[in-house]
Each structure stands twice: as structure tokens, then as C-alpha cells.
């Protein structure tokens, strides 16, 4: 199979059946070549529903939810993103393609350089990725929209406080076997609300705070 018909299968039998239905998301996944952003090793898994390995012990996620992803977090041409977790730079491009400008933190060094190789050969302008611990950076600015494409064991506030009023915050919540994905709005200086959108598991961000469990 060709793989823009593997990449429109993809969409229709993964994306869109799981009640992915924005247009210009869909269109981001036809003109974004998942396959350039796969190990080459791992090329033949682009375009299945499955977690792809990366180095660092990480994954791809599946398109399925990089779909519920992009389309909770509604970016428009005028959005300023913050990603955390660039992994090889699939949703980073996605991101970008749909925005105005993507800031994208990396913990893993190999990750950071094949993403901003394959973000660059896609000819993606506009594409900031830093190599840092996401715990530790200070990002500067307000962004319109920050998707945390590492699983967070238990829900931390300070990436929220870096959203404009009005921005959208993407999380997954939890540890393995029942993960919750939330969208966090911005809707004034010290308010926000919270979605709870659909359950999945995805590998946890690393150095994420985890839940203090007591012994008695």
C-alpha cells in the first residue's frame, strides 16, 4: 500500500471513527507524513493504531489520540503553542501546520534532534525546540494553546498559569490501567474550568510529581 493510501485509511478507519470530525484536522493528518517522523526501523508500524518506540524508552502516541488531541486544543493560525514532550516531532509539526508558532520542550537529547530534523526537512518554520527538563524550564510568554503529550500522575497546575485567557491546556491524567484526558480552559486571570474528555494510557512525562500514597 502507497502510503498516502495508508495514511487515508489512517484517517477514516482510526481517526474519524473515533469521533475525530474536524476538518482541518483531518486535513492537518493528510498533509502531515507521519511515516517521516517514524524510525525508520518502525516505518511499517506509521499508520497503525498502535504506539510506535522511540528512544528514551518513549512512544509515538496513536493517531487515534493525537486526533482527540488537536482537536480539543482547537488551534487556529493565530495560536501560540506550547508543547511538552516533542517525542520525534509528529504532533509538534501537527501543531504547527494548524498554528502560528510552536515552543516545544524535550527531555530526551535524541528525541530533540530527530524531531527538529524531521520538523526541518518538512520545511516548517517558526518551530522552537528546546532540549530541557519540562519541570525545571520557565517558559516565557502566554501561549493560546499547550498540549503535555506525557501522561501526568497527578494533574500540576504550573502549566496552566502559562496559558492567555481564553487558552486550552491538553493533559492526561493518571496511572495505568484508567488514564483520564482533561481539557483545561483559561476564562479569566485566576480562573479556569477543567473537561474530562475520554479515557486511554500513555507513557508518564518523565520526572512528573507522583501521588504521595500513605501507610498506616
Not at 502531515?32 to 498502535?50: K, N
Request: with cysteine.
Amino acid at each position: 500500500m502507497m502510503p498516502a493510501d495508508a495514511r487515508e485509511q489512517m484517517i477514516e478507519q482510526q481517526v474519524r471513527a473515533w469521533d475525530v470530525l474536524d476538518a482541518r484536522v483531518l486535513d492537518t493528518f493528510r498533509q502531515v507524513p507521519r511515516e517521516a517522523f517514524t524510525p525508520p526501523q518502525h516505518r511499517f508500524l506509521a499508520y497503525a493504531d498502535s504506539e510506535v518506540p522511540l528512544p528514551g524508552g518513549q512512544h509515538m502516541l496513536r493517531p487515534s489520540v493525537v486526533g482527540r488531541l488537536l482537536q480539543a486544543l482547537n488551534v487556529t493560525e493565530r495560536d501560540r503553542v506550547l508543547e511538552i514532550g516533542a517525542g520525534s516531532g509528529f504532533i509538534t509539526a501537527c501543531l504547527r501546520t494548524l498554528g502560528k508558532s510552536v515552543q516545544s520542550l524535550e527531555i530526551v537529547p535524541e528525541l530533540a534532534d530527530m524531531a527538529r530534523r524531521a520538523v526541518g526537512q518538512q520545511g516548517l518554520r517558526d518551530v522552537d525546540i528546546v532540549r530541557t527538563d519540562a519541570l525545571t524550564f520557565e517558559p516565557t510568554g502566554r501561549f493560546d494553546a499547550i498540549a503535555i503529550t506525557g501522561s501526568l500522575p497527578q494533574y500540576d497546575e504550573r502549566w496552566q498559569r502559562s496559558l492567555a485567557i481564553g487558552g486550552r491546556l491538553f493533559a492526561v491524567v493518571g496511572s495505568a490501567p484508567v488514564m483520564e484526558a482533561r481539557l483545561v480552559r483559561r476564562v479569566a486571570e485566576e480562573a479556569w474550568t477543567e473537561e474530562s474528555l475520554f479515557e486511554t494510557v500513555i507513557d508518564p512525562l518523565v520526572h512528573a510529581e507522583r501521588p504521595v500514597h500513605f501507610v498506616f
